[in-house]
């Protein structure tokens, strides 16, 4: 059965858009993790823009189920990581322009950079992952540093029009997955996916782990965060 990871950053960002102390996401990971959430993903950003130190402290003080740290392979923010000790880390790409992670790490390219920083995490006993776009060659590099899971960028999935454009974006997936099962590695899926989408994506075999932030925070506003993740856990675990 697919756990469902509960990413708490947009909270944050309602918080910092009035440069506020609420909402808190150190409570919304608490109403998530009651509506059943299987993990708790933040993203500590190099600019601090939604989750800060502190909510990152408390986070690892307070959240009984997974944390899942997203990050990037900034040494500072290694080091950061290393001293909290998650339960998980999660490389991904930061750029300071974005609005969200636009695309997947590229693990190939930043190999020399990407390896230290998964022998350092790995070293603190800490499950190490990589946001990768779902290509081969990134899944297998992803493994050969030492990764013990990759999470599938479902962007293009999430933004495919028309049926043979979803169909062609779901087997770019399942080709990925069958790589990175075949490396050893888990395989976890994230960006994009909503209530109305995720249901295909939850059908493939293999995936093992999805981290959706966005669509449950919008869905929280009007039903609550915990029927939010309750039903959205329903619709990723439903194939099961």
Known sequence: ????????????????????????????????????????????????RHINDRDALLL????????????????????????LQPDQC????????ELTTEGGLDVVRLARRVGPAVKRL??????VSAFIEPIAEQVRVAADLGCHAVELWTGQYAHAR????????????????????????????GHGLTYTNVEPVAALEGFCEFNIGHSIVARAIFVGLREAVREMKALVSKKN
């Open 1 to 48: 059965m697919a756990r469902l990871g509960v990413n708490i950053d947009h909270v944050a960002t309602v918080r910092q858009a009035r440069l506020t102390y609420e909402p808190d996401p150190v409570w919304a990971a608490a109403e998530a993790q009651l509506g059943g959430a299987d993990g708790i993903t933040f993203h500590l950003r190099e600019d601090r």
């Open 60 to 83: 690892k003080a307070t959240v009984t189920c997974k944390l899942n740290m997203e990050m990037a392979i900034d040494r500072r923010i290694v080091e950061i990581a290393a001293r």
């Open 90 to 97: 999660t490389l991904v790409p930061e750029r300071r322009q």
């Open 122 to 127: 790995r070293g603190q006993g800490i499950e």
């Open 162 to 189: 028309g049926p043979r454009a979803v169909q062609a974006a779901l087997k770019r997936l399942a080709d990925a997955i069958d790589v990175g099962r075949k490396a050893g590695l888990l395989v976890h899926g």
